[in-house]
């Protein structure tokens, strides 16, 4: 009982130290941060089911805008022996904050490099690498019309043909901005909300609704098309470096 104890309040205890890192992280910088708390369980597992349905097959995974690391701690006890994670975070705190939960997660004590953090933006990522599962946390609405087709752009570019981009979007958020923002940022907002009902209604597979999240969320999935449009690209198998 002590041992469920003791264990139950580090939980609590981190879970309290990142709402705070969270709060402060927000109040430097609202645009790259995006939120004011972490992802709760229920949205890290929505974001995560792509990964998790094709278990135990090796797969390429890369989560962009992991912040403090909620879904990253989903994501590393799905991954297979072979498999591959790509962790990239722009914020300096948030990237050191990985990369001690990755040096320190028992699941990947036998295996360190299986899980790396690069401390970038997801569209200056330096890679040959192309994914099976991409699971973003960035706080697209954020972001300027330019920068939101910049870096959709760039999820579809390092994708197998075949493989998912999972994302998420809070509930409501639409008519609040509706009310506070300026005519300009009325302006992006909109421009924003276009770019990514373009993509949904080209590339989803599935949205879900996540209600026991703060606040509630809905869960994108979209695929990048099997064959190109020259039917030049081949089907995805795997986690191919």
Same mark, same amino acid.
């Given at each position: 009982?002590?041992?469920?104890?003791?264990?139950?309040?580090?939980?609590?205890?981190?879970?309290?130290?990142?709402?705070?890192?969270?709060?402060?992280?927000?109040?430097?910088?609202?645009?790259?941060?995006? &939120?004011?708390? %972490?992802?709760?369980?229920?949205? !890290?597992? +929505?974001? @995560?089911? /792509? *990964?998790?349905?094709? &278990?135990?097959? %090796?797969?390429?995974?890369?989560? !962009?805008? +992991?912040? @403090?690391? /909620? *879904?990253?701690?989903?994501?590393?006890?799905?991954?297979?022996?072979?498999?591959?994670?790509?962790?990239?975070?722009?914020?300096?705190?948030?990237?050191?904050?990985?990369?001690?939960?990755?040096?320190?997660?028992?699941?990947?004590?036998?295996?360190?490099?299986?899980?790396?953090?690069?401390?970038?933006?997801?569209?200056?990522?330096?890679?040959?690498?192309?994914?099976?599962?991409?699971?973003?946390?960035?706080?697209?609405?954020?972001?300027?019309?330019?920068?939101?087709?910049?870096?959709?752009?760039?999820?579809?570019?390092?994708?197998?043909?075949?493989?998912?981009?999972?994302?998420?979007?809070?509930?409501?958020?639409?008519?609040?901005?509706?009310?506070?923002?300026?005519?300009?940022?009325?302006?992006?907002?909109?421009?924003?909300?276009?770019?990514?009902?373009?993509?949904?209604?080209?590339?989803?597979?599935?949205?879900?609704?996540?209600?026991?999240?703060?606040?509630?969320?809905?869960?994108?999935?979209?695929?990048?098309?099997?064959?190109?449009?020259?039917?030049?690209?081949?089907?995805?198998?795997?986690?191919?470096?």
């Amino acid at each position: 009982m002590n041992d469920w104890t003791t264990s139950h309040d580090r939980v609590l205890a981190q879970r309290n130290a990142e709402g705070w890192m969270f709060l402060i992280e927000a109040a430097r910088d609202l645009r790259t941060t995006g &939120a004011i708390a %972490p992802s709760g369980k229920a949205l !890290a597992r +929505a974001l @995560t089911d /792509p *990964v998790r349905a094709q &278990a135990p097959r %090796p797969l390429a995974v890369l989560e !962009a805008g +992991a912040g @403090t690391g /909620p *879904v990253t701690r989903a994501l590393i006890p799905q991954l297979s022996r072979g498999s591959r994670l790509d962790i990239v975070e722009a914020n300096p705190r948030f990237a050191a904050r990985l990369r001690h939960l990755v040096t320190t997660h028992p699941h990947l004590a036998a295996r360190p490099a299986q899980v790396n953090v690069h401390q970038t933006y997801v569209e200056q990522l330096d890679t040959d690498q192309r994914y099976d599962v991409i699971v973003s946390g960035l706080p697209l609405t954020n972001f300027t019309p330019v920068e939101v087709e910049r870096i959709m752009a760039r999820y579809m570019e390092l994708l197998h043909p075949g493989g998912t981009l999972t994302y998420f979007a809070y509930l409501g958020t639409r008519k609040a901005r509706a009310l506070t923002a300026s005519r300009t940022e009325a302006r992006r907002h909109a421009a924003v909300d276009e770019i990514m009902a373009t993509y949904q209604r080209t590339y989803a597979t599935g949205r879900w609704t996540v209600w026991a999240n703060l606040p509630p969320a809905c869960v994108w999935h979209l695929q990048r098309p099997l064959v190109s449009a020259d039917h030049s690209e081949p089907q995805s198998d795997g986690a191919r470096r």
